[in-house]
């Protein structure tokens, strides 16, 4: 492991080390954290959540887990039901950077602790756990970059616009691209993290650039799965190099099986632990991270088996 993962695990584990993961002394009012989530019919949100479900579950802690179902006008009314059912902190995974702000703003307003997981917003909340996105897309089309040996044309796949991970993976790719003239961003166009989205966004590219294509760049898995569907439907995925983000299991499985060429893995799952934790730590007043980031890896056919169930 490198020397930044190691210092994201111990920051992880530092709950634990300073004594505020067990439940709480019998007796004592159990802590009651709203969460916000942008959106849990997506894998990687679903995991995210079932991991501060089983934090929270270790930490005598009450979560009331509300689906703004990519909605940022309805994640600011829940962070208002948040305020007025009196909750002890606030956990949000924000739909969009400058929509979902007023909701951090009334948070800290009401004097709730709130802590932004997985995703970011222009206001700045009481604490942030994530990971960098911008290094997501660099190490997505780094990857394109080495199999194209820096020449080729390469299409995007977007998600939700306005998103911090849209925003940042976006960036992130760019600035690779910028430093391989020889690489050609031919099409870009958002399919919204969706799967379906995707596969008739990919199926409209076989159409419009054939075999023009040598890569795609899909800034989540879910899209890369879509993308996949309607390559090998085509019978042109022999001909195109294909990355997505995220490492969720059906894109590892495809990875495996040879068929996706390559994800980066986000770990959804220590992104929630440490969002719990960082949420009680702060109502006990402890010492916390303002910022935790857990970096992205690069997931290939070579090392798909350590991140396999």
Request: proline letters at 3%; hydrophobic letters at 45%.
């Amino acid at each position: 492991m490198t020397k930044n993962t190691w210092a994201a695990i111990a920051a992880l584990a530092g709950c634990v080390l300073q004594g505020c993961s067990g439940r709480q002394p019998s007796g004592e009012k159990r802590p009651v954290i709203g969460v916000s989530l942008l959106n849990l019919s997506n894998e990687l949100i679903a995991t995210l959540d079932q991991s501060m479900e089983e934090k929270a579950k270790q930490m005598g802690v009450e979560l009331i887990v509300n689906d703004a179902q990519r909605s940022a006008e309805k994640q600011v009314q829940q962070v208002e039901s948040f305020v007025a059912q009196k909750v002890d902190a606030i956990i949000l995974n924000p739909c969009e950077v400058e929509a979902s702000s007023p909701a951090v703003e009334k948070a800290l307003a009401a004097g709730i602790p709130i802590v932004n997981v997985n995703s970011e917003t222009r206001a700045a909340p009481t604490a942030f756990v994530g990971s960098r996105d911008e290094e997501a897309g660099r190490i997505a089309m780094e990857y394109l970059a080495q199999r194209l040996n820096g020449k080729g044309n390469v299409a995007m796949m977007q998600g939700f616009l306005g998103q911090a991970a849209q925003i940042e993976r976006d960036q992130g790719a760019r600035d690779v691209l910028a430093k391989n003239p020889g690489m050609k961003l031919i099409a870009v166009q958002t399919a919204e993290w969706d799967r379906a989205k995707a596969m008739t966004l990919m199926e409209n590219w076989n159409q419009s650039y054939g075999s023009r294509i040598d890569a795609v760049f899909a800034q989540n898995d879910e899209m890369a799965m879509g993308a996949l569907i309607a390559l090998e439907q085509a019978k042109r995925k022999d001909k195109v190099i294909l990355a997505g983000v995220d490492a969720i299991p059906d894109a590892l499985q495809a990875v495996h099986d040879g068929r996706l060429d390559a994800t980066v893995f986000q770990d959804a799952r220590g992104q929630g632990s440490a969002a719990v934790a960082t949420a009680l730590k702060i109502l006990h007043k402890e010492p916390y991270e303002k910022q935790l980031f857990i970096p992205f890896q690069l997931v290939t056919k070579d090392n798909v088996a350590q991140f396999l169930k």
